[in-house]
Nanobody, 125 residues
Framework: VQLQASGGGSVQSGGSLRLSCAASGRSFSTYRMAWFRQVPGKERELVAAISRSGGSTYYADSVKGRFTISRENAKNTVSLQMNRLNPEDTAVYYC???????????????????WGQGTLVTVSS
């Protein structure tokens, strides 16, 4: 499985960005998907996760009410709509896929076997 993230860029505080992640392969609908982010010197942290069907989502407290994760299984894509961005959202954002069957723990990085290359989001004040 290959994941290709796109959509990062620079935006002013209060602005919006939409990240997209395209996945290769035929089994996309069987993967739990997530977005993580990382800043230098800190651990990679979960931003949002979505179930295989898209019917269940999970968000970090810091982004609840501002970010929305969604997926289109027919197009093998997962997206992250980011609104009301602030400088603390500045990071490299990674999409990730968990191909295992059964339930998972959204914030557990070790459960995600596949990672995209990351896309940089910079929010200026």
């Amino acid at each position: 499985v290959q994941l290709q993230a796109s959509g990062g860029g620079s935006v002013q505080s209060g602005g919006s960005l939409r990240l997209s992640c395209a996945a290769s392969g035929r089994s996309f609908s069987t993967y739990r998907m997530a977005w993580f982010r990382q800043v230098p010197g800190k651990e990679r942290e979960l931003v949002a996760a979505i179930s295989r069907s898209g019917g269940s989502t999970y968000y970090a407290d810091s982004v609840k009410g501002r970010f929305t994760i969604s997926r289109e299984n027919a197009k093998n894509t997962v997206s992250l709509q980011m609104n009301r961005l602030n400088p603390e959202d500045t990071a490299v954002y990674y999409c990730a896929a968990d191909p295992r069957y059964g339930p998972g723990t959204p914030w557990n990085r070790s459960e995600y076997s596949y990672w995209g290359q990351g896309t940089l989001v910079t929010v200026s004040s």
